[in-house]
């Protein structure tokens, strides 16, 4: 999954631009590289949480290539981010597989601690309560 990062990164190295450095930061290849990390590491741990995940990873790193990138750019982390989407979203264990952590549902039960039972990965949260899917699809469509 985390190889997903590496590719994006990979078909957009030769584009970037490296402008000038100041002192010792990390540089624009350096910049890319942990955005694209950050984003599919949120796209496989804060899912439903992040609405927009191509458009907020090419926001991120749009102003790392030139101008005549920029479309190239999108498409590339389009088709990545999709497809990490896709996977993640067929594949309820991967999460677990990635991060370590058990998937648990969103909900909060009636003594205010996070529920902990295994969410379905179509909308994360648990069979019990499958009502707050459907509250929040209301609200989404209101
Ligand atoms: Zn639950």
Redesign the pocket.
């Known amino acids: 999954m985390y190889q997903i990062s590496r590719s994006i990164y990979r078909e957009l190295e030769a584009e970037i631009v490296e402008g000038r450095r100041w002192g010792d930061g990390p540089t624009n290849h350096a910049r890319v590289l942990r955005a694209c990390e950050a984003a599919v590491h949120r796209l496989a741990t804060d899912r439903h949480y992040f609405a927009r995940p191509s458009r907020t990873l090419f926001n991120d790193i749009r102003t790392y290539f030139p101008m005549s990138a920029q479309l190239h750019v999108y498409s590339v982390v389009d088709r990545y981010m999709t497809f990490a989407a896709d996977y993640l979203a067929s594949r309820p264990t991967a999460v677990m597989e990635l991060t370590g952590h058990k998937l648990e549902?969103?909900?909060t039960?009636r003594k205010g601690t996070p529920?902990q039972?295994m969410?379905l990965a179509r909308n994360g949260?648990?069979p019990?309560?499958q009502h707050l899917a459907e509250t929040e699809e209301v609200l989404a469509a209101a």
């Open positions: 549902c969103r909900a039960t529920c039972r969410p949260y648990c019990s309560h």
